[in-house]
């Protein structure tokens, strides 16, 4: 059973760059594609970008001046980098694995706060 | 960019069937995908490539899609349905990811 498990600080401050690494067990991250999925508080799912098993990537274009996802296959992780941080950037991040082209396995998501 | 439309809100009786919508331009064209989302968890997917449910997701969970708009049918409600749930495609043409905005189902 692949299990994803998301990793990073809990607190950014403005203007500085936020770093999340997910973790993959149970299966090899040298297959499929990997995505970083974000929810304010309160609010819905907005997807931030992905990368596939080439190291291809694609990001929302709302994001994407400020996404960078990268992946190490020696330690089966991917991780998020997001730049210049502010407090709309407050929200819970899941790191997810597609099947199909849906997202079948979810992290338990990690909670960043952007406050100084 | 690719919207997805949802209704903010649903509500139904318990035994009773609800259907949650999902509008988008054409979307009979694409595959759509549901997840359920309860209180301080993470999404799960319930219905993928419109109508195909993940192993261990009642039957009660079915999904259609044509012309514009995309459907998931939750059959003989039960309390423990009551959740977010979430539609989403994966844009052909941009390869962009989009969610709908989520529909909060309540159960009376």
């Known amino acids: 059973q692949v299990q994803l498990q998301e990793s990073g600080p809990g607190l950014a401050k403005p203007s500085e760059t936020l770093s999340l690494t997910c973790t993959v067990s149970g299966g090899s991250i040298s297959s499929s594609y990997w995505s970083w999925i974000r929810q304010p508080p309160g609010k819905g799912l907005e997807w931030i970008g992905y990368?596939?098993?080439?190291?291809?990537?694609n990001y929302n274009p709302s994001l994407k001046s400020r996404v960078t996802i990268s992946v190490d296959t020696s330690k089966n992780q991917f991780s998020l980098k997001l730049s210049s941080v502010t407090a709309a950037d407050t929200a819970l991040y899941y790191c997810?694995?597609?099947?199909?082209?849906?997202?079948?396995?979810w992290g338990k998501g990690t909670a960043v706060t952007v406050s100084s | 960019s690719y919207v997805l439309t949802q209704p903010p809100s649903v509500s139904v009786a318990p035994g009773q069937t609800v259907r949650i919508t999902c509008g988008g331009n054409n979307i009979g064209s694409e595959s759509v995908h549901w997840y359920q989302q309860k209180p301080g968890q993470a999404p799960v997917l319930v219905v993928y490539d419109d109508s195909d449910r993940p192993s261990g997701i009642p039957e009660r969970f079915s999904g259609s899609n044509s012309g514009n708009t995309a459907t998931l049918t939750i059959s003989r409600v039960e309390a423990g349905d009551e959740a977010d749930y979430y539609c989403?495609?994966?844009?052909?043409?941009?390869?962009?990811?989009?969610f709908g905005g989520g529909t909060k189902l309540t159960v009376l």
């Open positions: 997810a694995r597609s099947y199909s082209s849906a997202w079948s396995y």
């Open positions: 990368i596939n098993y080439s190291g291809n990537t």
């Open positions: 989403q495609v994966w844009d052909s043409n941009s390869d962009h990811v989009i």
